[in-house]
């Protein structure tokens, strides 16, 4: 165990010593500008990924648009009390799988 530590030690005083010793490492401009190039081509083909610039904003705008539409669509069906759609929606809650499954002569 004692010759264990002692290496141990041996081996941390070599390690310390040569850390020491050497200068510290420095990149060199041309290293330093190469990374930063890196870095600007990534964030500029992060940035063509944006959904905007792949489909445009007028795509966006119909978008939000019919969303809106659906949205006043639907508060007019439950505001208008329309018994057909009521009385579907309910067979549709009932039994969905045999509302949808089953032919129209049932």
């Known amino acids: 165990m004692g010759s264990r530590k002692k290496d141990l030690e041996k081996l941390e005083r070599a390690v310390k010593s040569a850390w020491k010793e050497d200068p510290p490492f420095e990149f060199s401009?041309?290293?330093?500008?190469?990374?930063?190039?890196?870095?600007?081509?990534?964030?500029?083909?992060a940035e063509k990924v944006c959904l905007t610039n792949i489909y445009g904003s007028p795509v966006l705008k119909f978008s939000a648009i019919a969303a809106a539409v659906t949205i006043l669509l639907v508060i007019y069906a439950f505001k208008s009390d329309i018994t057909s759609l009521h009385d579907l929606a309910m067979m549709f809650l009932d039994d969905p799988a045999g509302f949808i499954l089953s032919p129209p002569s049932v």
Not at 29 to 45: H, K, L, N, T
């Open 29 to 45: 401009s041309g290293w330093q500008e190469g990374v930063m190039r890196d870095i600007r081509s990534r964030a500029a083909i």
